[in-house]
């Protein structure tokens, strides 16, 4: 635990990326792995993951992302895209792996179907997406810490035009669209912010116990 919270001191949002480091594709499998196991309400992951390699299109994006360096420069660019609502036929497809992976039968699960229905179907498509971006965000997280316990940079970007981004990468016609992006590589030397004393509440400001 000594060396995890070494790790979380030792990451901080990356500006500046060395363009010439890349990560390799073993490194890569496992934070997308991390990103796979990362918990979710319901366990429903309501969102899906698109890993960005292509260079004219990470151009693009860069433009749409107020022409940010981390976006051509980092190894990776991950995008975490929620669903914008929820079907019965996704959580049925749900209901499907869960029979599949714990071999049981689709009746033993009535009640968690019933559960779902009164739930997460009854929302508007409104707050269904606004909760589905609340999960993406999990993972982000579990992207983040993963990244750092293995030295790898990242940066969590919220400054993008999301309806271009949507439209980039196709993500409307899916029932997608984006909540958050990261980039992932390794620091440039001449990234300045690596050196500057991270800024925290202190756990008395931050923390209550009642």
């Known amino acids: 635990m000594k060396n995890y919270i070494e790790d979380l001191n030792w990451r901080y949002a990356t ?7 890349k990560i390799s594709s073993e490194d890569l499998e ?11 309400s319901y366990g ?8 960005v390699k292509d260079a004219v299109l990470r151009e693009k994006l860069k433009m749409v992302s107020w022409n940010q360096t981390q976006i051509t420069d980092a190894s990776e660019v991950i995008v ?8 019965p ?12 992976t714990r071999d049981l039968k689709i009746e033993d699960l009535q009640g968690l179907k019933e559960m779902l229905e009164s739930t997460i179907l009854k929302l508007n498509p409104e707050d269904q997406s606004a909760w589905a971006a609340k999960q993406a965000y999990i993972a982000l997280g579990n992207l983040l810490s993963a990244a750092a316990n293995m030295r790898i940079d990242t940066c969590p970007m919220e400054g993008f035009d999301v309806a271009k981004y949507d439209a980039l990468l196709n ?3 899916k029932g997608l669209t984006t909540a958050v992006i990261a980039t992932v590589g390794y620091r440039s030397k001449e990234d300045q912010t690596q050196f500057a004393a991270k800024v925290r509440k202190s756990k008395n400001n931050l923390i209550n116990t009642i």
């Open 80 to 87: 975490f895209a929620n669903k914008t609502y929820i079907t």
């Open 15 to 21: 500006k500046q990326f060395d363009a010439n480091k």
């Open 171 to 173: 993500l409307k016609e």
């Open 44 to 51: 429903l992951q309501p969102y899906e993951i698109i890993v």
């Open 30 to 40: 496992t934070l997308l792995e991390a990103i796979q196991l990362t918990a979710s």
């Open 89 to 100: 036929a996704y959580v049925d497809s749900y209901l499907q792996d869960i029979v599949q």
